[in-house]
């Protein structure tokens, strides 16, 4: 009994200590090093996410806690010599009626707000901007279909990173998006499946050959927000960062009117060849 109040002991002394070390270590846009906890929510369906994953987590310590009782209950109580002569009882209809009802009772508590957060994803906001995001052996390509823009986003080598710059996840032309509008993106795969993936703005969603899928975000804060290919696709997998930089509506529209001189799509192509050339 000694081992287990010191193990209780120990348990509570320290749960807070991890609690509040991870939420001081998960930076918003990008993991940290011994990271607890999800990265910070920039968007309010990641607030979302993060709220009913905190949710689930106190609903299941507490029947793994319910449980963990009545186990210490049985074998204390109930073991071959402080309970030599056993019960004979089969059936108890309350308890009965009670461990059907409740569990139905908190998988409804559950349901509530999963099917609330399901169709806030899934239910799309009407578009300020659509970006299309193009994976690619092993790259990222991204087009602005309204302003003609359209670009390659590839990682820094590790020789050439910069101060600031995190390895893995830096990448030379980031997406450019503007702080508090609605965001389409459209992914779609020029070879293989890969998935387009930003933890804070809790997307992920699979680019596919040959089929365009939709997700959306509204970022509502400023600053620069990484996530990685999510879908196994080939040998430089892991080398495909995605960077988003969300920025106010005046420099969105300073980036807008550079990016179309540096990356303009050439309408002069016929869209075949076009397609082909972007291999
Ligand atoms: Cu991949």
Redesign the pocket.
């Known amino acids: 009994m000694l081992v287990l109040k010191r193990l209780i002991t120990f348990i509570a002394t320290s749960l807070p200590v991890i609690i509040t070390a991870g939420v001081a270590l998960a930076a918003t846009g990008q993991p940290e090093p011994w990271q607890l906890g999800l990265q910070k929510g920039a968007t309010p369906v990641m607030d979302d996410i993060i709220w009913f994953h905190d949710f689930l987590l106190w609903v299941i310590s507490a029947i793994a806690l319910f449980v963990l009782a009545l186990l210490v209950i049985v074998v204390v109580k109930f073991n071959a010599r402080s309970n030599p002569v056993p019960s004979r009882t089969t059936h108890n209809t309350a308890i009965e009626v009670m461990w059907t009802v409740v569990p139905v009772l908190i998988l409804v508590t559950i349901a509530v707000p999963s099917f609330r957060l399901l169709f806030f994803q899934l239910n799309m906001p009407k578009a300020d901007v659509t970006v299309k995001a193009t994976?690619k052996q092993?790259f990222w390509s991204y087009s602005y279909p309204d302003s003609k823009i359209e670009f390659d986003s590839l990682m820094i080598p590790d020789k050439d990173l910069k101060a600031g710059q995190p390895r893995l996840l830096a990448v030379d032309n980031e997406m450019v998006v503007p702080v508090n509008k609605v965001v389409h993106v459209l992914t779609t795969g020029a070879d293989v499946i890969?998935?387009f993936a930003v933890p804070s703005f809790g997307i992920k969603i699979d680019a596919i050959p040959g089929r365009l899928n939709e997700t959306w975000f509204k970022a509502e804060r400023e600053g620069v927000y990484y996530g990685q290919?999510?879908?196994?696709?080939?040998k430089d997998?892991a080398f495909?960062p995605i960077m988003v930089r969300v920025v106010n509506e005046k420099d969105y529209a300073a980036w807008i009117e550079q990016a179309k001189k540096k990356f303009a799509t050439d309408d002069t192509r016929p869209a075949a060849v076009a397609a082909a050339g972007a291999n």
Not at 229 to 234: A, D, I
């Open positions: 994976g092993w890969h998935a290919c999510s879908e196994l696709c080939g997998h495909m």
